[in-house]
C-alpha cells in the first residue's frame, strides 16, 4: 500500500471537505469535516521529510493560490497542483514547483472532454506532466462530473 498525502485548500485554508456539499455557487451549504490551524507549507515539509510522494495540492475555488505557492515551496516537484488551472496557467504552476499539472473542469466541459484545449495544454507542459482527474458522481443510475465542473 502507498500513501499519497493531500492538501485541499479551500479558502486558502487546509480543510477536508464533504464532496457533495462543494459548489462554485453556494458557499453558505459547505460542510467540512476538519480545518488545519496548520498553513499548506507546513503540511508540504512534512510530507517532504516523511518522503511522501505522489501527493498534491488541489485548489478548491478562488483564494488559494498564495497556500498553493507555499506549499510547493516547501517541496519543489515534489506535489502535483490542481484547480482553476489551464493551458496559459499551467506553465506557471510548474516553475512554482509543482511536479504535475492536474485539469478536470478546463478539459471536461457538459460530459465531453474539448480535445483541442487538451492539445493545446500538451503543447505547453507535454503529456508526461500532465494528470487528467477523471472525477464523477452517481446521480440515481447515471454517472456524471462532480458539480463544481
Known amino acids: 500500500m502507498r500513501f499519497r498525502p493531500c492538501i ?34 507546513w503540511f508540504a515539509d512534512l510530507y517532504r521529510r516523511d518522503n511522501l510522494t505522489g501527493g498534491h495540492v488541489i485548489q478548491l475555488g478562488m483564494g488559494n493560490t498564495a497556500a498553493a505557492r507555499s506549499a510547493l515551496s516547501q517541496w519543489p516537484g515534489g506535489m502535483q497542483v490542481g484547480g482553476g488551472i489551464n493551458a496559459d496557467s499551467a506553465e506557471q504552476w510548474l516553475n512554482a514547483g509543482a511536479s504535475h499539472i492536474i485539469v478536470t473542469s478546463w478539459v471536461f466541459h457538459d460530459g465531453r472532454i474539448h480535445m483541442e484545449r487538451l492539445k493545446q495544454l500538451t ?11 477523471l472525477s464523477c458522481r452517481k446521480h440515481g443510475e447515471n454517472f456524471s462530473s462532480m458539480p463544481w465542473m
Do not use: M
Open 123 to 133: 503543447r505547453k507542459i507535454g503529456k508526461a506532466r500532465l494528470v487528467l482527474d
Open 8 to 41: 485541499d485548500l479551500h479558502d486558502g485554508v487546509v480543510k477536508q471537505i464533504v464532496g457533495a456539499t462543494l459548489s462554485d455557487t453556494e458557499s453558505h451549504g459547505l460542510e467540512t469535516n476538519f480545518q488545519a490551524e496548520k498553513p499548506a507549507g
